[in-house]
């Protein structure tokens, strides 16, 4: 089946750094993938929409400016948190659904990037 | 989206079945029903979906009511494997967009 590939599956970086979390669809193509954030015991939130070839689009309250997303490729998205806090620590998943146009398919999940801000 | 509701937490045997509720009242005639499932660290994998028909894979079963009204995603028998949060979700099939809505799901623990 489809697989969609997440790097790192963990990071801890210090307070103002910047992290860059990698989606990679690895035997299919997606024009869009979707970036969500979870916080412990808490469900999974969209963050954003990747689109190759253009913007992003980000729900309501998050950050664009905090948390660039680029779509460089129709296999690869990158996020990166920019001058990250503390209260960015989270777990961070992508999420790539194959077979565009048709909504009744399944989405598939990368693994997650659990990251620690020191 | 239309909005569905589940149980909070529920726990099984191990070796028994298991059937997980799932009530969305509001389903309008172009949602699909989705479940997912999210094991401890990890991001969410798919287990089944349908739309009007009770459908059966090798992971579940999912029972759709007559109405549509409320679905259970059922485990024949469950394994420790099985642990984990459970979500129900409804996915309109004539948008554009194809992004998934999860709620708060329910954590299955699955006991000796």
Redesign the interface.
């Known amino acids: 089946g489809a697989v ?1 590939s ?1 790097h790192p599956s963990w990071v801890i970086c210090k307070s103002g750094t910047s992290v860059k979390i990698e989606c990679r669809s690895l035997d299919f193509q997606a024009t ?1 993938m ?1 970036w ?1 954030r979870q916080f412990p015991k808490q ?4 963050m954003a ?1 990747s689109n190759e070839g253009s913007k992003a689009t980000y729900e309501q309250g998050v950050e664009k400016d905090k948390f660039l997303i680029n779509h460089a490729s129709l296999t690869l998205s990158t996020l990166t948190v920019t001058s990250a806090h503390p209260e960015d620590s989270s ?1 961070y ?3 790539a ?1 194959p077979g ?1 146009g048709l ?2 398919t ?7 990037t ?1 990251l620690t801000v020191v | 989206d239309a909005k569905t509701t589940q149980p909070n937490s529920m726990e099984s045997n191990e070796e028994e079945p298991v059937h997980l509720p799932c009530n969305h009242s509001t389903i309008s005639g172009t949602d699909y029903i989705h479940w997912y499932r999210q094991l401890p660290s990890q991001g969410p994998e798919y287990v089944i979906h349908g739309l009007t028909s009770n459908v059966n894979n090798r992971m579940a079963s999912l029972a759709i009511a007559e109405d549509r009204k409320s679905s259970t995603l059922i485990l024949h028998r469950a394994t420790l494997r099985d642990a984990a949060v459970y979500y129900c979700i409804l996915r309109d099939c004539t948008g554009t967009a194809s992004k998934l809505t999860f709620g708060t799901g329910t954590r299955l623990q699955v006991t000796l």
């Open positions: 969609v997440q869009t979707f969500y469900s999974l939130m969209l929409t777990f998943i992508c999420s659904p565009q909504l009744n399944e989405a598939f999940f990368g693994q997650g659990r």
